[in-house]
């Protein structure tokens, strides 16, 4: 329930204590990584000693310099993949980029140790670099893909479950979802939130989906974003969470990534531009809830 003037319980406030501490991370992150460095200048130490040890063998040179480029440029991609938002395309290549990475590094070591030890040996050198890259292909690519595809199914199933037995039925899903649906404009709420799927149109899953706590201290799951594109509506950045009834359109979010001011008052909420263009509006229903009737916001289809 809305109370009068569009207050309302944050329904994701451990959304915005996430970014916060994200941010929080960031600026810590900005400190000298002393340890980073430390490990940086070893590895580049001993890698010089062992070009200078080789005593000008080609083969040792290239094992070297290989191994210590692909060293630097995996550490790299895994920094990037860390600080990468769920359901970042970038993600995936990454993940590719780092299993070619770990491949040459087996290949190459594999190589350089079989090479002075006898038979047996050497079958259990390259039967352990074979089970690495095997694993890591299937662990990179095959789990990741079944687990996603796994997990965007069971989305679908749990909007068709919701739906009443004539949207069962209906030839289209995303009718029968808009048929019964409200979107209510929400001081309180941090970000967009819907609890259907069909309602929006590009949806990326995060994959582990994120965790929203509510004031009661129950858990509510945030499974991804997408866009809402129909009609009167066109609203990028929604997010898709479990349990949520009405479509929630948080102010504040309008606000602070389109720069959109909210006014309440006399049972009516206006939308506006910072010159005073009206872009949506909302009019205040018998249960304390202003429920959107257009909104036409200016962005990408989704964000990252």
């Not at 062992?50 to 210590?68: E, K, M, Q, W």
Request: aromatic share 10%.
């Amino acid at each position: 329930m809305q109370e009068e003037g569009g207050q309302g319980e944050p329904l994701l406030a451990s959304r915005a204590g996430a970014a916060a501490a994200m941010d929080d991370a960031d600026r810590a992150g900005s400190v000298f990584p002393w340890m980073t460095a430390m490990g940086f200048a070893f590895l580049t130490f001993n890698s010089a000693m062992a070009v200078n040890r080789s005593n000008g063998d080609r083969a040792t040179i290239a094992f070297v310099v290989v191994s210590y480029e692909s060293l630097i440029t995996l550490f790299l991609c895994l920094r990037w993949f860390e600080r990468l938002p769920p359901g970042s395309a970038t993600r995936g290549k990454l993940k590719a980029a780092a299993w070619v990475l770990t491949t040459v590094l087996a290949v190459i070591s594999s190589f350089k140790v079989a090479g002075i030890m006898p038979v047996p040996v050497q079958l259990l050198v390259w039967g352990m670099a074979v089970a690495t890259v095997v694993g890591g292909s299937y662990a990179f690519f095959v789990y990741w893909k079944k687990r996603k595809g796994q997990t965007e199914r069971g989305f679908v199933l749990a909007s068709l479950r919701s739906q009443s037995p004539e949207a069962e039925h209906a030839h289209d899903l995303r009718d029968a979802a808009w048929s019964g649906a409200r979107l209510v404009v929400d001081s309180g709420a941090t970000r967009h939130a819907v609890g259907n799927i069909w309602l929006l149109e590009g949806f990326q899953p995060y994959s582990p989906p994120l965790v929203a706590t509510l004031a009661d201290g129950s858990y509510l799951r945030i499974l991804g974003t997408g866009r809402i594109q129909r009609g009167n509506f066109s609203i990028p950045n929604v997010s898709l969470v479990e349990g949520v009834h009405d479509g929630l359109i948080s102010t504040p979010q309008l606000d602070t990534d389109h720069g959109l001011i909210s006014c309440f008052g006399n049972g009516i909420c206006r939308i506006m531009e910072t010159d005073g263009t009206e872009v949506g509006g909302a009019i205040l229903e018998g249960d304390g809830s202003y429920v959107l009737r257009f909104l036409n916001v200016a962005g990408p289809a989704q964000g990252q």
